[in-house]
Nanobody, 122 residues
Framework: QVQLVESGGGLVQAGGSLRLSCAAS????????MGWFRQAPGKEREFVGGISSSDSTYYADSVKGRCTISRDNAKNTVWLQMNNLKPEDTAVYYC????????????????WGQGTQVTVSS
């Protein structure tokens, strides 16, 4: 089992920045690819970006250039840095884990956090 806990969400004005954290415990964190997803009210959960166990990153087009994902295996933590936030970024953000390789398909992730709310005001 891998337990994931997100933090860092909150209310921010458009154009602002937030850094979300996902702390992991359980199995060897370095073996896991970590994905970030979000779910806005009334919408399906969508892929935001991810980082593989070898530190390769991949981002959805909607956030590319505004978001950066990084990890520190010694701290069992992955971060999602979000800049130039827009009202359409408002959502509950989730981190998820699966072995080694990023995928955009949420059903291929084995472990999920509880989510953290991000609200961007205009």
């Amino acid at each position: 089992q891998v337990q994931l806990v997100e933090s860092g969400g909150g209310l921010v004005q458009a154009g602002g920045s937030l850094r979300l954290s996902c702390a992991a415990s359980g199995r060897t964190f370095s073996n896991y690819a970590m994905g970030w997803f979000r779910q806005a009210p009334g919408k399906e959960r969508e892929f935001v970006g991810g980082i593989s166990s070898s530190d390769s990153t991949y981002y959805a087009d909607s956030v590319k250039g505004r978001c950066t994902i990084s990890r520190d295996n010694a701290k069992n933590t992955v971060w999602l840095q979000m800049n130039n936030l827009k009202p359409e970024d408002t959502a509950v953000y989730y981190c998820a884990a699966r072995l080694f390789i990023i995928t955009t398909r949420q059903h291929q992730y084995n472990f999920w956090g509880q989510g953290t709310q991000v609200t961007v005001s205009s």
